[in-house]
């Protein structure tokens, strides 16, 4: 199956600094990737949704001055956490969509944790 | 309103039992998903399924769609220690960017 890769996948920084999170799809074109945060125990929440070339659509009540996206390509999209603070500790999960042989299936990224101290 | 309901959300049981986890939509939908996430882990698929009366088996796993009652189903045969994960259902509603609407997870733990 394809396969999406997340970087870092664990990330530790002070509170005030901004962390970029990277998604690439290695084997496919992704025309759309997702955004998500999981809190523990709990279910993904959608945060954002990227189309390569256009402006991020995002989900409300998630400040997209906060979380910049950037879809530079059809392999790549890149979350951005700016001033990081320990509220904004959370797995973070791409997903990106394979359009290919109309399967429509969303490919889904190891995970980066974020831990804000 | 979108909405995706699993139950139970969390279930305990013994190796070696069957049960069935639910998973309810609130609208018309071109496809649902089950994945299974283990803990710490990323989300793994595990089926999608198209159409009404679809039914997908893998291993110990069967999944199947009834699209007129809006209700999919994951059937767990002589559950093993191994499946013990977290089994999120969504449901993808052909929104403009394929956004999908999650389940809020059923966490399974199967005992030895």
């Known amino acids: 199956g394809a396969v999406v890769s997340q970087h870092p996948s664990r990330v530790i920084c002070k509170s005030g600094t901004s962390v970029k999170i990277e998604c690439r799809s290695l084997?496919?074109?992704?025309?759309?990737m997702f955004w998500y945060r999981q809190f523990p125990k709990q279910s993904l929440m959608l945060m954002a949704t990227?189309?390569?070339?256009?402006?991020?659509?995002?989900e409300q009540g998630v400040e997209k001055d906060k979380f910049l996206i950037n879809h530079a390509s059809l392999t790549l999209s890149t979350l951005t956490v700016t001033s990081a603070h320990p509220e904004d500790s959370s797995f973070y999960i791409c997903?990106?969509?394979?359009?290919?042989?109309?399967?429509?299936?969303?490919?889904f990224g190891p995970g980066t944790r974020l831990t804000v101290l | 309103e979108l909405k995706v309901e699993q139950n139970p959300l969390f279930l305990s049981m013994q190796e070696g039992k069957n049960y069935t986890i639910y998973c309810n939509y609130s609208?018309?939908?071109?496809?649902l998903y089950w994945y299974r996430q283990d803990p710490g882990k990323s989300l793994e698929s595990l089926f999608v399924?198209?159409?009404n009366g679809a039914v997908k088996q893998e291993g110990r796993l069967m999944a199947s769609l009834d699209t007129k009652a809006r209700l999919s189903t994951l059937h767990i045969t002589a559950a093993v220690h191994d499946l013990s994960a977290t089994y999120f259902c969504?449901?993808?509603?052909?929104?403009?960017?394929?956004?999908?609407?999650w389940g809020a997870g059923t966490k399974l733990i199967i005992k030895p």
């Open positions: 997903s990106a969509r394979d359009p290919s042989g109309g399967g429509d299936t969303q490919y």
């Open positions: 084997d496919f074109q992704a025309t759309t």
């Open positions: 990227s189309n390569e070339g256009s402006k991020a659509t995002y």
């Open positions: 609208t018309t939908s071109d496809r």
């Open positions: 399924l198209l159409s």
């Open positions: 969504a449901v993808d509603f052909r929104g403009s960017n394929y956004q999908l609407i």
